[in-house]
């Protein structure tokens, strides 16, 4: 992979695109881009830096001596509206890419959205890394699908077990019912790994206590963090203001 063509066609091929497909989003036509790949016609860097953004690699890369270098780094499709049926990684299924460092080994990836698996520390809009499966052990975070009447299928992320009576689908939230895996149910994967863009904010804490059924300690927590109490001065008061209650009680 010398010329700028072949890096050309190696990252257009990568991400399982069609030369038409790189011509629409350059705005050229099919042609145009047969002539790029086999170098017969150059580039404008206008073009060239939209190929680069697009997908996610530097200007560098089309003159660079060692460009494998950025190959090893894995982009995984980002899984968005799921047909039912298509196979799973398949490009019309996918709502983007995301660049994954090499330690984390998977297939696909899926942005999490809700406070099912809050406790589990996976948070809403987090980036599960998943490999494909289609069993998995007692205890494991599995990505299964649902189908749906509508043709397309429901992506679910949850703790997966197996009682030898019937498999059962649990999140990692108390206030959410365990889901029975019936028919229409089957298991994609297994979530290997978790990226998070942004830095939690403090609303995900008060979601974590709502989800711990812990929703009216909010206000306790909060009045006495904004006292500047330290945890063994509330644990002190509320140990002597119990004691109190048990003196009165044997009156």
């Known amino acids: 992979m010398t010329t700028f063509g072949e890096r050309l066609r190696w990252l257009r091929k990568r991400e399982n ?11 050229v036509k099919k042609a145009a881009i047969s002539k790029y790949e086999s170098d017969k016609v150059n580039m404008n860097l206008d073009s060239i830096k939209i190929i680069a953004n697009y997908f996610s690699v530097p200007l560098d890369f089309f003159v660079s001596d060692n460009p ?29 890419y995301l660049d994954v460092i090499d330690y984390i080994q998977g297939d696909f990836v899926i942005q999490v959205t809700g406070d ?16 494909e499966a289609e069993t998995a052990q007692n205890g494991q975070i599995v990505v299964t699908l649902t189908s749906l009447a ?17 498999q059962v689908l649990r999140a990692a939230n108390p206030q959410i019912p365990d889901i029975k895996m019936e028919d229409g149910v089957r298991i994609v994967g297994l979530m290997g790994g978790l990226v998070r863009k942004e830095s939690p904010g403090y609303h995900f804490y008060r979601d974590f206590l709502a989800a711990s059924g812990n929703k009216d300690w909010t206000e306790v927590i909060t009045l006495a963090s904004s006292a500047g109490m330290k945890t063994n001065q509330v644990k002190e008061i509320l140990a002597a203001q119990i004691e109190i209650a048990k003196k009165l009680k044997e009156k």
Not at 156 to 166: H, I
């Open 150 to 166: 509508t043709g397309l299928s429901k992506v679910t992320l949850k703790y997966y077990f197996d009682n030898g009576k019937e």
């Open 17 to 27: 695109l069609t030369q038409e497909d790189l011509g629409k989003i350059l705005n």
């Open 116 to 131: 099912s698996m809050i406790e589990a520390g996976i948070l809403d809009g987090d980036y599960a890394i998943c490999r």
């Open 68 to 96: 494998d270098i950025i190959a090893k780094v894995p982009r995984l499709p980002i899984l968005g509206t799921i047909r039912t049926n298509v196979p799973l990684l398949v490009q019309e299924n996918f709502a983007g």
